[in-house]
């Protein structure tokens, strides 16, 4: 059984934002009981067809303690029709006598929001949403919910997020793509995990936030978008954070609009203390390398590209890219 989202307000509040009307529902774990360590769980929540809204704030309900991140899922069809389900990749050799196990989408993959350590909420841009529902691929939203650490039997849990939506038309669709890569941390080493892709689509976006996200070995994650033209390419920084602190969606440092042809690059520097070999990836590693880039269009669809991910290191070499792009250990140590 789904939740049917938007059609009952029971859990609404009403709010009058930029005027119109914003109402609030809430999304949360219906008190599942994570039975083991390193568990993934995932539970949906079926949009009106018959209607369109748009998603405009984001309000967490969850503590560091509790969930190591969260993941919000837009999908044309969820990974299960159970209420709630395994959604990791770690556990799919593992037969789970809870839960069925299944990915998070069956079809329609994309990232709508993601949460980790005690994060704040998140208000998109005036005149911005995402759109769900009629008119837009994302016909399911699936909340993942990463538990670091088994709960002892008996206890539950209700993590989740706020979702602060309107029926009011938004001139300019929200998008998140999501960019990663994998490879291996050979042990005591500093490695830089790297990666990038050209927009293929003939659309503009106009990005105002970026993400990181790591596990424990991560010291800093940074974006660029990099310019090609007849005089040599041009990096610009869209942001840059140690993901140690909290991973909220923070302002990019530039809000220039990328366009067609241009590149989008992330690193990771990551530092292995261990004495043993590391495997980045999706949720079947140890570690992740992850920057997020939201953004926005005018009067027009988001990226048909969702993700961009590569194999590495190195993927992308940086100082063969630009002469005078140079990555300084000290410089980015010191970087917040």
């Not at 079947?284 to 027009?300: A, I, P, R, S, T």
């Amino acid at each position: 059984m789904f939740q049917l989202l938007f059609c009952v307000f029971a859990t609404a509040a009403v709010y009058n934002v930029n005027a119109y009307e914003v109402d609030m529902y809430e999304f949360l774990m219906p008190n599942v009981w994570p039975h083991s360590d390193e568990l993934y769980l995932c539970t949906p929540i079926r949009i009106s067809p018959r209607n369109r809204f748009n998603i405009v704030g984001f309000q967490p309900n969850a503590s560091m303690h509790t969930a190591h991140h969260m993941l919000l899922y837009g999908c044309s069809e969820p990974g299960s029709n159970d209420s709630v389900w395994n959604c990791g990749e770690m556990q799919r050799n593992v037969i789970d006598e809870i839960y069925s196990t299944a990915s998070p989408c069956r079809s329609g993959s994309q990232i709508v929001y993601a949460w980790a350590r005690d994060a704040p909420s998140l208000h998109l841009p005036k005149d911005v949403g995402f759109l769900v529902g009629q008119g837009s691929p994302i016909k399911y939203l699936v909340l993942q919910v990463h538990y670091m650490h088994r709960f002892p039997k008996g206890h539950t849990d209700n993590s989740g997020v706020f979702l602060k939506y309107t029926k009011a038309h938004m001139p300019r669709q929200a998008g998140v793509i999501l960019l990663g890569t994998s490879g291996i941390i050979m042990p005591n080493m500093v490695e830089h995990m790297e990666t990038a892709c050209t927009m293929t689509e003939d659309k503009t976006i106009h990005p105002f936030a970026f993400r990181t996200h790591t596990h424990s070995l991560g010291t800093l994650v940074s974006g660029y978008v990099v310019h090609r033209n007849k005089d040599g390419d041009e990096w610009t920084l869209l942001g840059k954070k140690n993901p140690q602190l909290p991973q909220m969606f923070y302002p990019t440092e530039n809000r220039d609009p990328i366009k067609k042809n241009d590149v989008l690059a992330a690193r990771c520097t990551m530092n292995n203390s261990h004495e043993y070999v590391v495997k980045i990836g999706a949720t079947n590693q140890d570690e992740m390398c992850n920057f997020y880039l939201m953004y926005w269009v005018e009067n027009d669809t988001p990226l048909k590209q969702k993700y961009c991910f590569t194999a590495g290191p190195p993927n992308y070499y940086w100082s063969e890219a630009h002469e005078n792009f140079n990555w300084i250990p000290d410089l980015e140590a010191s970087t917040p």
